[in-house]
């Protein structure tokens, strides 16, 4: 079983910066490819980024690429997800997410743990 807690959202102006966390509980880090989603008000939720349990395969969305990186500390259990020029459209709900296997993957359905987010709020 593992437990995600995200921090570190909150509202920015456009062109701004935030980095997200997520804390993970459990003694395998380093064996959960992890993830980055977010969910917009009436919008179905998307992938934004994902990475290895080693953290040397990583993925985006053409959307955030080239603004956003995600990385791991495995030491620290924790995920991160570096936001840079920022936009109105990234405006969301952020979720991390885990699975049981070290790829990573772009699908939600392939992910087993989930937390509860935390909003992202990009002003014009």
């Known amino acids: 079983q593992v437990q995600l807690v995200e921090s570190g959202g909150g509202l920015v102006q456009a062109g701004g910066s935030l980095r997200l966390s997520c804390a993970a509980s459990g003694r395998t880090f380093s064996s959960y490819g992890m993830g980055w989603f977010r969910q917009a008000p009436g919008k179905e939720r998307e992938f934004v980024a994902a990475i290895s349990g080693s953290g040397v395969t990583r993925s985006y969305a053409d959307s955030v690429k080239g603004r956003f990186t995600i990385s791991r500390d495995n030491a620290k259990n924790t995920l991160y997800l570096l936001m840079n020029s920022l936009k109105p459209e990234d405006t969301a709900v952020y979720l991390c997410?885990?699975?049981?296997?070290?790829?990573?993957?772009?699908?939600?359905?392939?992910?087993?743990?989930w937390g509860q987010g935390t909003q992202v709020t990009v002003s014009s």
């Open positions: 997410a885990a699975r049981g296997r070290w790829q990573a993957t772009y699908r939600s359905v392939d992910y087993d743990y």
